[in-house]
Structure formats: structure tokens, C-alpha cells
């Protein structure tokens, strides 16, 4: 097995792995996004999460935002359709001291879309629990297509950055209290918004149901995640292969929200564990950079 460094670099953390053949000997974790580097650059971000690590004795391979326009340096994306096997013969190193992933695009007049680290989840999943079809929750949800080892096509969804942004910075959050998980809140926010063609006349309402005493103003995130994401599911399956299962690709909290949205509507899912399948693609990554 390969020994090599792994960094997973973001827009506002890094998480950084230590492997000895193929055994993870230290990990590291930093909120030294790429847009909170503190006054440091990048080189200097990376010399600090790696001290003390071999790196110029190992392959050191970087995905995420780290490739991006405002990361380290700004790395290509490959344009889809593309075979995720094109990804350890396409790397750009940065400043001799390690390879950075590309990307993913797409460009047509009905879609224009751009990935960074996903990709990278992808080809460990392809390995792990390969499917035709994948969603990839978080602030920025990606809905993937693919045949065989080719990413056909993908969408974003900003379901999580919405949430975000009319919880705290909307009328809808306005002078709400802390607030609480709640399973019954937010499996009535998914049937609202499973079922609605669009939800913009929903959002107002929201607000005007705890202001009125009927919908608890602790449970208004719960409420609103699942009509966010209810919304989100019913509208990017319309057209899914219902014959084999969508594989969730994401953490354990966030992806039995999806699961359950999914299921609400009759689609059958299955989860992979997101660290899991980031580790497997960057391992074929190094394996292939060190043969």
C-alpha cells in the first residue's frame, strides 16, 4: 500500500490525513479555509498543517476549493461528460510540494454547473457502491449521473445555503428562540414541500405560521429543512431510474434526512459515509502517482 498525505481543503476548513502503507497514522484539522486564511497564504497554511509530515518523501494529493480561482492556485476543470479515471493523469502540482484534483464542469444553454472535492468522493464511490446515480448533500447538493466510470452530467442544489441564509438573515428567523430538533417538524415541512410544484409561496408562510401560534417557533429549522429539502428531492427525481437506488453520499445526520425525504416518495436509497468514499478515491489517486 501507498503511503502518502491526503488534504481535504474547502472554502472554510481543511482537514488534512497522515497515511503509512495504507494506515492513517495522524490527522489534522483546521478552520484555515481558503477564504479564512487569516492574513496567511495558502504555502504558508499548508507548511503549518503539515509539520513534521514527509512531504517531500510522499505523494501529497489536494482536492476541494484549494484548485479553485480563489484557493492556491486555479485549476482546470474537466469537462463532463468525462471518466473519473482521467482524474490521477490530470492533476497540477503547485509550488513542487503537492497535486491538486481538478474539477468538474459542465457547459450547455441548459446547464451550467462547476464541482470541487466531490469529484473525488465520486471516484471512491464508483469503487465502493458503484450506481448510475448519486446525491451528495451539503451547503451546495450535487445530483449526479453516471455511466460506468463517466460523470454524464450533474446539478446543484443550494439547499443547504438557503436554509442558511432565511434563518439567519431573513424575516423568516427574525426573533425566533433557540431552536430544537424536532422528527414531526420536519416531516411536515417534507410533506409540504414534496408536493409542491414550486415553494416560493410557501417560504412567507413559514414565518406567518409561527407568528400566528400555529407551528411551534422552536422547531421552525426542522420545518424549514424539510421543506427545503422535500422540495429538493421530489424535483431532482422526476426523471430518476427508480429501478436501482440513489446512492446518498454524505454524513450520517444529513444523509437519513435525505433518506427519509426519499423514501417519503417512493425511492429507494443507500448511504455511503462521505470521509469514506473521499478516502478511497485520493488512495487510487496517490497509488496511481506513485506507480
Request: with cysteine; glycine share 8%.
Amino acid at each position: 500500500m501507498t503511503s502518502y498525505i491526503a488534504i481535504d481543503w474547502g472554502s472554510t476548513n481543511l482537514r488534512a490525513w497522515h497515511y503509512q502503507q495504507g494506515n492513517c497514522v495522524d490527522e489534522r484539522r483546521s478552520e484555515a479555509g481558503v477564504t479564512r486564511l487569516g492574513g496567511r497564504t495558502p504555502a504558508e497554511v499548508f507548511a503549518s498543517v503539515t509539520d513534521g509530515w514527509p512531504v517531500n518523501d510522499v505523494p501529497v494529493v489536494m482536492a476541494g476549493m484549494v484548485g479553485s480561482n480563489a484557493g492556491w492556485l486555479s485549476v482546470p476543470y474537466l469537462s463532463c461528460p468525462v471518466s473519473l479515471d482521467q482524474l490521477s493523469s490530470r492533476l497540477t502540482r503547485v509550488d513542487e510540494k503537492a497535486w491538486i484534483v481538478p474539477g468538474l464542469s459542465v457547459e450547455r444553454a441548459d446547464n451550467y454547473n462547476v464541482m470541487r472535492g466531490e469529484e473525488t468522493q465520486l471516484l471512491g464511490a464508483l469503487a465502493l457502491q458503484p450506481s448510475p446515480q448519486y446525491v451528495m448533500p451539503g451547503t451546495h447538493a450535487k445530483w449526479v449521473q453516471v455511466e460506468g466510470h463517466q460523470v454524464i452530467d450533474f446539478r446543484t442544489v443550494m439547499t443547504g445555503e438557503l436554509h442558511h441564509l432565511l434563518l439567519k438573515q431573513s424575516l423568516i428567523g427574525a426573533g425566533l428562540p433557540e431552536q430544537e430538533e424536532s422528527p414531526a417538524a420536519f416531516r411536515e415541512g417534507l410533506t409540504v414541500g414534496s408536493h409542491d410544484a414550486s415553494i416560493l409561496s410557501r417560504l412567507f408562510e413559514v414565518r406567518a405560521s409561527h407568528v400566528l401560534g400555529a407551528r411551534d417557533r422552536r422547531h421552525i429549522s426542522d420545518f424549514l429543512s424539510g421543506l427545503l429539502i422535500g422540495h429538493e428531492v421530489a424535483l431532482m427525481t422526476q426523471h430518476a431510474d427508480r429501478s436501482q437506488p440513489i446512492i446518498i453520499i454524505a454524513g450520517n445526520a444529513l444523509a437519513q434526512r435525505y433518506q427519509q425525504a426519499l423514501q417519503f416518495i417512493g425511492v429507494d436509497s443507500v448511504t455511503l459515509e462521505g470521509d469514506r468514499a473521499f478516502q478511497h478515491g485520493i488512495r487510487s489517486i496517490a497509488d496511481d502517482l506513485a506507480n
